[in-house]
């Protein structure tokens, strides 16, 4: 269903109201745990936060901001600090399984009865639900997307963005080779879970699998078609050889510097690369879907998204949700899509949410509905560990894309 056919008549304050009562609460403090890097930046959550202690005295929000790949083990940790933990935390859409079978998060399905689930992105749903249960709420909905200069493009006499990735890597060698900038393409190929987000990207365009009848598949077929394109880029010098130590923040400065005509990066950079105090850039931004395979896909994407759940050694379980409810509502996430679109459907024909990044919300309206999982698997973080070590041994050179794959399917195997 496209994002312009749902009903835009829900409520201002349908979040609210639709999950449950709760309970006010004075002289409180919440401890809450979020990440520094994509998505809403710092200041946006310090604000919806401080708007929250303001609807609520009393109550204070203690605030801690560390790198996407501190989380887990912030999450984790947590747990076994009990009432001395977080009470609050942002978590990603790899985690639930495991988060589930450790006993981290609460099941919070019963405070979700009065919810009417449609009125949210299924794409969004996938980040807090595990084997018939809710785990919290869902509140960054995020793809990548394909970002680019359209300057570049245009000096370069390129009509139109790409639309596969054939195409992407024959206009990024035209660039390159007219010197309008050295390296075409940037990514965020650190060993990171950033890596991975790429690769399921393209593996998705090629129709790749991750395990087929329980058995590791992505040494074949498309999973293995899309390592060796990225491998390729390299080799052909229109990607940055920095790419292998760059995360999504470093592709953003590279692209908002000018220094590159095509980025693959997540919602977030669309607003920071249209911002002058950000960006070099501002007006010459286009955004596309990530790109397909002829014959095969139109367009790709990855599931990105993340929740706000409540860690099972909260003492303050009601506080915890009516804070998370406060900001996963409508009107709040409206307030503050410039950096994150909603998990609202009806927030997407909405002028006040759409107004000055229609593009944007254009290729939202494909991309969300082609969102690609990562496996949804309790050993998910030895499983990317092995990816993320294998493509990087691919992308250096170590190994070819079939040894390497090869090579991270023998170690899967193991796990599972």
Same mark, same amino acid.
């Given at each position: 269903m496209g994002l312009r $056919?749902? %009903? /835009? *008549?829900?409520?201002? *304050?349908?979040?609210?109201?639709?999950? *449950?009562?709760?309970? $006010?609460? $004075?002289?409180? /403090?919440?401890?809450a745990l979020f990440m520094a890097q994509a998505a809403y930046s710092d200041s946006d959550v310090k604000a919806m936060t401080a708007a929250f202690e303001k609807d609520n005295p009393g109550v204070t929000v203690n605030l801690e901001f560390v790198p996407y790949e501190a989380l887990y083990d912030k999450i984790v940790a947590s747990k076994a600090a009990g009432g001395a933990g977080y009470d609050v935390v942002l978590y990603d859409v790899i985690w639930p399984a495991a988060f589930a079978q450790n006993n981290v998060l609460v099941d919070v399905t019963d405070r979700l009865k009065g919810l009417d689930r449609s009125q949210i992105f299924d794409g969004a749903w996938a980040t807090v639900d595990y084997d018939g249960k809710t785990y919290g709420m869902p509140w960054i909905l995020d793809t990548k997307y394909l970002f680019y200069n359209t300057e570049m493009l245009k000096k370069a006499g390129i009509a139109a963005p790409p639309k596969t990735w054939e195409e992407l890597a024959k206009d990024a060698k035209i660039? &390159?080779? &007219? *010197? =309008?900038?050295? #390296?075409?393409?940037? @990514?965020? @190929?650190?060993?990171?879970?950033?890596?991975? %987000?790429? #690769?399921? /990207? =393209?593996?998705?365009? #090629?129709g790749g699998k991750f395990f087929d009848d329980g058995k590791p598949a992505f040494d074949k077929g498309g999973s293995l078609d899309a390592l060796k394109y990225m491998v390729q880029t390299l080799k052909d010098g229109v990607s940055n050889p920095n790419s292998k130590e760059y995360l999504e923040e470093d592709v953003r400065k590279v692209f908002s510097a000018g220094d590159a005509a095509f980025a693959l990066n997540w919602t977030y950079m669309y607003g920071k690369a249209n911002d002058p105090a950000e960006s070099k850039v501002v007006g010459k931004v286009g955004v596309e879907p990530a790109p397909g395979v002829e014959g095969k896909t139109a367009a790709s994407a990855v599931n990105g998204s993340m929740a706000l759940g409540i860690t099972a050694g909260s003492s303050k379980v009601d506080l915890a949700w009516k804070y998370i409810a406060y900001l996963t509502s409508k009107p709040v996430q409206d307030k503050y899509a410039q950096l994150s679109l909603p998990i609202w459907k009806a927030s997407y024909t909405d002028?006040?949410?759409?107004k000055g990044q229609e593009p944007l919300v254009q290729s939202a309206d494909v991309a969300i509905g082609l969102m690609t999982p990562r496996p949804m698997v309790a050993s998910y973080q030895e499983l990317s560990t092995i990816l993320q070590t294998q493509i990087q041994n691919a992308l250096a050179g170590k190994a070819t894309p079939e040894d390497a794959l090869a090579a991270a399917a023998k170690d899967a195997a193991r796990i599972r």
């Open positions: $056919s749902v %009903c /835009t *008549g829900a409520a201002a *304050g349908l979040a609210m109201a639709a999950l *449950g009562a709760m309970s $006010s609460a $004075s002289a409180e /403090t919440l401890n660039i &390159k080779d &007219k *010197g =309008i900038v050295q #390296y075409p393409i940037v @990514w965020s @190929w650190s060993q990171a879970e950033a890596v991975i %987000c790429d #690769y399921v /990207t =393209i593996a998705a365009a #090629y002028p006040a949410v759409t």
